[in-house]
């Protein structure tokens, strides 16, 4: 079978995280650059990693890559890649967007129109044809230019991964699922461990950590571009790696998963998003805000997303506010603290300093992950 080089995108900073996740659904990693990783697979590949991966952006299809310093170069570069292995005759297909870093080309508009010139050249000598009706499945191209290096890859996911079809109402700032997703999945947690978001928002940390634990595919209950990539992958195996996916759910499972938010709305909305993802039986939302925060169990995990000032007359609230955050954390017995905040005075006004800090943007903002580390609980087989 044929196999392919696949990119996936992902957030910056998160790229350990989702190569894990490449290899754990069985690939092999090649490269990891800030901001993707590639790897190599088939056709079964395409739909799997779609459907499977929690973390990433999309799945692309490396086209080819080539180095250009100028648009001439661009356009021949383009023009030999094979596009009429990817791109049937009635294909409606185009650059949907060109990101360039550290590159003497760095005109988006202008190298999407270079290349889909070069595109219709090439694809006019292949199929003999003059003129392209374009009114068969779409083939939106994306291409990155770092160093004048142009990497092009089709996309076989269409709207971004992150959106699980479960979100349907959102918080005002809310985080993104794949970004949610990986933030959890940089902690030690796991579905016998206490996991507690008292800035639930719209339900995002709880809702993502309650598909781990029934072992939920975030891509169950959404659609794929290239589920109508007929010449790429055969249909079988979007219903093969289905299948997959529905004989691994399990809901019968023990969890305490809790969200809090202090807004009676945002509580709404978390049930109502968490019922659409299949698992409002698996959590337990409440209004209450931090104040009341408190959990009778020792070894548990904050998880969260707290305000971080965004609006000027938010900001004066913030070291209250996160001074109260240190407050109740000291009050929870053997307890781990995960915030992803852009507030700078975090560290200071929680009154510790984070045992771990990590640098993750979410899209263009500089936010920071604090992890606040508590201890292991003692081995049940009392070792
Ligand atoms: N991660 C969430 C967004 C969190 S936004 C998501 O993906 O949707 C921060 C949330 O904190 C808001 O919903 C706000 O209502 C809530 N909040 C603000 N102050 C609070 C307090 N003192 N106690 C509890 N919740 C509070």
């Not at 250009?68 to 356009?75: D, H, I, N, Q, V």
């Not at 019968?252 to 019922?275: F, L, W």
């Not at 915030?339 to 979410?362: F, H, M, P």
Request: with cysteine; net charge neutral; proline share 4%.
């Amino acid at each position: 079978m044929r196999k392919y080089e696949l990119i996936a995108p992902c957030h910056f900073g998160l790229e350990a995280v989702l190569k894990q996740e490449i290899i754990d659904i069985g690939y092999d990693v090649t490269l990891v650059e800030d901001g993707r990783v590639t790897f190599l697979g088939d056709e079964e590949a395409i739909a799997r990693a779609n459907i499977f991966l929690r973390t990433a952006e999309r799945i692309l299809i490396k086209v080819g890559s080539f180095q250009a310093e100028t648009y001439e170069e661009l356009f021949q570069g383009t023009k030999k890649l094979n596009w009429e292995d990817y791109i049937p005759k009635e294909g409606k297909f185009w650059v949907a967007k060109a990101a360039s870093i550290k590159s003497k080309l760095f005109s988006p508009s202008d190298i999407q129109s270079v290349m889909k010139k070069a595109m219709v050249e090439k694809l006019k000598e292949k199929f003999h044809i003059e003129w392209f009706s374009e009114t068969g499945e779409s083939y939106p191209v994306r291409v990155f230019l770092m160093k004048d290096l142009v990497t092009v890859g089709l996309d076989t996911t269409g709207e971004s991964l992150h959106r699980r079809g479960y979100r349907k109402l959102v918080a005002k700032a809310p985080i993104a699922e794949n970004l949610a997703a990986a933030l959890i999945m940089l902690t030690p947690w796991n579905k016998d461990r206490i996991l507690v978001d008292p800035f639930c928002g719209s339900g995002t940390f709880p809702i993502e950590a309650a598909l781990m634990a029934a072992n939920i595919a975030p891509g169950m209950n959404r659609s794929f571009l290239s589920e109508h990539f007929d010449q790429l992958v055969a249909k079988r195996n979007w219903y093969d790696s289905m299948d997959e996916a529905r004989d691994m759910v399990d809901l019968s499972i023990d969890v305490d998963i809790q969200g809090y938010d202090i807004d009676p709305e945002m509580v709404r909305i978390s049930r109502e998003n968490a019922k659409l993802a299949g698992v409002e039986g698996l959590i337990h939302f409440q209004k209450r805000s931090l104040d009341e925060l408190s959990h009778p169990k020792k070894y548990g995990f904050i998880i969260s997303n707290p305000p971080y000032g965004e609006r000027l007359e938010e900001k004066e609230d913030m070291p209250a506010l996160y001074k109260k955050i240190g407050e109740r954390y000291r009050n929870l017995d053997s307890w781990s603290m995960y915030l992803i905040t852009g507030y700078e005075q975090a560290e200071a006004d929680i009154g510790r300093k984070a045992d771990k800090n990590r640098k993750i943007y979410n899209g263009m903002m500089k936010t920071y992950y604090y992890q606040f580390l508590g201890p292991k609980p003692p081995r049940r087989d009392g070792k």
